[in-house]
């Protein structure tokens, strides 16, 4: 069974950086892996995602200030998040695995979800 664990969540300033970890288990392929982030009142919206050779997409929001990479080795998957804004607020999840035939994109449905942690940013 795949398992999901975000950790590095927390409180920061704005202009601030945090890096999100997620420990995967019960995924050995690690094909594809992505980020989403939920804010009160909000719609879930995806973030970025990694293909298993590397390859990474993200949504325009993402695009130069986040970036999400993996341990293929430890089995954990980062999202590193710089320059933060207020808007940025929000639970962020990790999430695994596509259906068959479906691209790994940063807006995917993915078939796992871990807990959540949460980021909040402050002006």
């Known amino acids: 069974e795949v398992q999901l664990v975000e950790s590095g969540g927390g409180s920061v300033q704005a202009g601030g950086s945090l890096r999100l970890s997620c420990a995967v288990s019960?995924?050995?392929?690690?094909?594809?892996l992505g980020w989403y982030r939920q804010a009160p009142g909000k719609e879930r919206e995806g973030i970025a995602a990694i293909v298993s050779d590397g390859t990474t997409n993200y949504a325009d929001s993402a695009k130069g200030r986040f970036t999400i990479s993996k341990d293929k080795d430890k089995y954990i998957l980062y999202l590193q998040m710089n320059n933060l804004k207020p808007e940025d607020t929000a639970m962020y999840f990790c999430?695994?695995?596509?259906?068959?035939?479906?691209?790994?994109?940063?807006?995917?449905?993915?078939?796992?979800w871990g807990q959540g942690t949460q980021v909040t940013v402050s002006p």
């Open positions: 999430a695994a695995e596509v259906p068959r035939g479906d691209e790994c994109r940063w807006d995917a449905n993915f078939g796992y």
């Open positions: 019960g995924y050995r392929s690690m094909y594809c």
